[in-house]
């Protein structure tokens, strides 16, 4: 969505910006990637860029809460439409909601922050609270199955929701080192649904 030399309400332009970074990052490495190649990839000038973000590391946090928001917003969908929390998981596992290339650019961001995070200190604060808030969510979720009977409520909620988060790690590490196909985190994801309804 490119709109090079068009004037466009501040909104809207931050919008196309962190949307372009996600997308730049997602490609490259938040090290390896510049703000000038995402103003270029944007169509606009590097200090537009500077107008809407302070620093590269308040676009990155941008581009992070982003992608979370539209993750987490198809999750809700699915929770709503389906008529429990399993059916959604299941209706999330076989791809009927717009999840994937949510989860799978929010881990690539996640992977890109860990092996940053020890030199920043303010990306690691960040990281941790908003890592602390998926995992909040997802532990929500899993209570409410348990609440609905559907999932096993000897299962500790917290704990596997940091097991989801887990495994998105895991699938992006899977996948960038040609360790896990597909089919692999499909079985993964299926034992761990199994191991949630035993």
């Known amino acids: 969505m490119t709109t090079t030399g068009a004037r466009m309400p501040a909104a809207e332009r931050r919008l196309e910006l962190v949307e372009t970074a996600v997308r730049v990052f997602s490609e490259g490495s938040y090290r ?23 620093s590269k590391r308040d676009l990155y946090f941008a581009a992070l809460d982003h992608v ?23 209706a999330i596992g076989r791809n009927h909601f717009g999840v994937r290339d949510c989860k799978r650019q929010l881990s690539e961001l996640w992977v890109q922050a860990l092996s940053e995070a020890t030199e920043d200190p303010e990306l690691r604060k960040y990281l941790r609270r908003h890592l602390r808030e998926v995992h909040g969510f997802f532990a ?8 609905e009977g559907v999932l096993n409520a000897d299962r500790d909620v917290d704990a596997e929701a940091w097991n989801f988060i887990s495994g998105s790690i895991l699938g992006m590490v899977g ?7 597909d089919a ?10 199994a191991w949630l309804t035993a």
Do not use: C, M
Not at 69 to 87: R, T
Not at 142 to 147: M, V
Not at 184 to 193: D, T
């Open 32 to 54: 390896g990637t510049t703000t000038a190649e995402i103003a270029r990839a944007a169509g606009v000038s590097e200090p537009t860029l500077y107008r809407h973000f302070a």
């Open 175 to 181: 996948r960038r080192v040609g360790l896990l196909d």
């Open 68 to 90: 979370w928001a539209q993750g987490k917003a198809s999750w809700e969908a699915a929770l709503e439409k389906e008529p429990n929390v399993l059916a959604a998981l299941e």
């Open 184 to 193: 692999e985190v499909s079985r993964i994801r299926a034992s761990r649904l």
């Open 140 to 147: 929500d979720i899993l209570r409410r199955g348990q609440e």
